[in-house]
């Protein structure tokens, strides 16, 4: 199981399948990865689409399991959520995204907002604002530094969410809604919930040159969006004529494998540096 390479992913899809089995087996082992804090964190740059410029960070966890290798969310964070043990991976996310953050500021790189994920329980639990404004206040990262991605799901108690928003952006932090088109559709929360940005859900993004329902749909999130005085950002751009249509129809942000992967924090600061001269 050393070797790492292409075949990594295989490995762990076949090792870690359905059967009740694996899933106590995967169960009990993320419980020893949470006490010996075996997660790192990755970040995907965004860029305005203006100007080319790096304009905040999307913060995406990893497993750096011992014999497995990187092993990416996917295969651990249904389980996590399932389990509630993405309570304290989401805990030990949320600090460390606002640390790094917080420390590239101090190495004199310009000012950006990091993105955090938030899982559904996440969002309904009682304390979150509570526990956003401490690691705010232990890391010394100001709130206009984080932002929180929560999905268009989570809206559906509006009253939860109404409530739980509106505290969240008392304390400065934005909140943008992720995977924009894949969930819940009713609008209605869009103009009453204190949302600050639109991600468009990587599916639309795909296939705006083949798909022209999927084009008119891009253009419709940004027209929108705009009009609701919204920020958008179009995830999975992979290549040049994905971007040239987002440009034309004033898409705000972009992120995806055409500028860069999810990379170490280390490579962000060199990305940040590049890009101040
Ligand atoms: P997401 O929030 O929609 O994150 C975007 C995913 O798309 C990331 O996968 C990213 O690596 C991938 N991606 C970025 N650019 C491209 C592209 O151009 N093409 C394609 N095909 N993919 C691209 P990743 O890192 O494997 O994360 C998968 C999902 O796991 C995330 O989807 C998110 O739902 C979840 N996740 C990741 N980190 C966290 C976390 O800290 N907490 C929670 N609750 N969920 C997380
Ligand atoms: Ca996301
Ligand atoms: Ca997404
Ligand atoms: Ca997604």
């Known amino acids: 199981v050393k070797d790492s390479g292409k075949n990594d992913c295989l490995l762990y899809s076949e090792a870690w399948d359905n059967s009740s089995l ?15 804090g075996e997660f790192v964190l990755h970040y995907q740059p965004q860029y305005h689409l203006g100007t080319g410029k790096i304009v905040g960070v999307e913060a995406l966890v990893r497993w750096q399991h ?11 964070i249904p389980q996590a959520e399932e389990s509630g043990m993405i309570m304290q991976i989401g805990d030990w996310v949320l600090e460390e995204a606002c640390r790094q953050n917080k420390a590239w500021q101090e190495d004199g790189l310009r000012h ?16 979150l604002t509570d526990k956003v404004a401490n690691i705010l206040a232990r890391t010394g990262l100001k709130a206009e530094f984080l932002d929180l991605e929560i999905t268009e799901t989570m809206t559906m108690d509006v009253k939860h969410a109404s409530r739980c928003l509106l ?16 969930g819940y559709s ?21 296939d705006i040159q083949q798909d022209p329902g999927d084009a008119a749909i891009v253009a419709a999130i940004i027209a929108m969006a705009h009009n609701l005085n919204l920020q958008v950002i179009a995830e999975g751009v ?33 990305l940040l540096q590049a890009r101040q001269q």
């Open 167 to 182: 505290d969240l952006t008392k304390l400065g932090v934005n909140i943008s809604i992720d995977d924009f088109g894949t």
């Open 112 to 127: 950006i907002p990091v993105s955090v994920n938030l899982s559904i329980r996440q969002f309904l639990q009682q304390n």
């Open 186 to 206: 009713s609008f209605h929360y869009l103009k009453n919930l204190p949302i600050g940005r639109l991600k468009i859900d990587r599916s639309f993004v795909r």
């Open 22 to 36: 694996e899933r106590l087996t995967l169960q009990h082992e993320l419980k020893g990865a949470i006490q010996r």
């Open 238 to 270: 992979e290549n040049e004529v994905q971007m040239q249509f987002l440009q034309k129809h004033m898409c705000d942000e972009m992120q995806g494998y055409l500028w860069s992967p999810p990379v170490s924090g280390g490579k962000i600061a060199e």
């Open 66 to 76: 011992p014999e497995r290798g990187l092993v990416p969310p996917g295969f651990f």
